[in-house]
């Protein structure tokens, strides 16, 4: 399809979207399953059709942004951080800061919240979670969720930290308490700073080398000293210490 340069640029005018920094092959394709979806033939037609339409609009940010997520994704990297990271951070604080970036539709922030209540009392558990999609924060802040995606939740946590409404689970509240959701464009925007935990997973896959390198090293930045990374289970580092990170535990790399 034509006029995928013009798209782009256009795209980035009007949401700050860089998808030159996505991959392209994969990305394209994507797009232009959408745009035969609404049977136009080319990335014009459907950009103007995007500007006529906030649904049409919404839905382009919700597609290309692939929130799927469910519960404790890869038990055992969970695990892992449960036994062993966590009690490593928490021997040098009690008030963890802990970033989730991209969080998608809540499930990782709040696993990182059950997680660390076997550790901490929730009202001392503050998670930062954000997101560059506004409809899956919004559905983050909902809190409802189907059986598949806690399948990994522990029966117990199910029972403690889920009330069940109609076929579905509603997180409650005090975890809710606990997470501040934000938006945020991790390919733009100024990273926070000061974490003892930042976790970033399945999201730097669709991102391009050039753009992955500039990412980790605002991570490294964003991280306190002896503090974790945590990535997903396709994202492992290439040479981490290109970075300064030292690998520490699979998919964990240490900052000293
Ligand atoms: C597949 S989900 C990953 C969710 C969760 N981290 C997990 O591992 O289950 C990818 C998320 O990355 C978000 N995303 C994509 N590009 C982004 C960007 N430039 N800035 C912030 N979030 C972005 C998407 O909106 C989507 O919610």
Redesign the pocket.
């Known amino acids: 399809m034509e006029g995928y340069d013009q798209f782009k640029e256009k795209i980035f005018a009007k949401t700050k ?1 860089d998808l030159s920094l996505y991959k392209e092959r994969q990305m394209k394709r994507r797009i232009e399953s959408l745009i035969s979806r609404h049977g136009l033939q080319d990335f014009e037609s459907y950009f103007q059709l995007m500007n006529r339409d906030k649904d049409v609009y919404d839905e382009f940010v919700n597609y290309l ?6 519960f404790y ?1 890869n038990p055992a990297q969970w695990e892992m951080l449960r036994s062993e990271v966590f009690p490593a951070i928490l021997k040098r604080t009690k008030r963890p800061k802990i970033w ?1 970036a ?3 539709t809540g ?2 922030p709040y696993s990182l919240v059950m997680c660390l209540s076997e550790f901490l009392p929730l009202r001392d558990i503050k998670i930062l979670a ?4 506004s409809e ?1 924060l919004n559905k983050a802040q909902i809190g409802m969720y189907n059986e598949k995606s806690i399948k990994n939740v522990p029966p117990a946590y199910v029972e403690r930290f889920f009330e069940p409404v109609g076929k579905g689970y509603r997180i409650k509240d005090d975890v809710k308490n606990c997470v501040e959701f934000k938006k ?4 733009r925007d100024d990273y926070p700073k000061g974490f003892d935990l930042v976790v970033c ?3 730097m896959i ?1 991102f391009t080398e050039e753009a992955k390198d500039e990412m980790y090293r605002k991570f490294y930045e964003s991280l306190s000293p002896d503090s974790y990374f945590f990535v ?1 289970s396709t994202e492992q580092i290439i040479q981490p210490q290109r970075y300064k990170f030292e690998s520490n535990r699979t998919f964990f790399y240490y900052k000293k």
């Open positions: 979207l942004t692939i929130n799927v997520s469910e994704r989730s991209a969080c998608s499930e990782e954000v997101d560059f999609d899956a945020m464009n991790l390919l997973r399945n999201v669709y997903g």
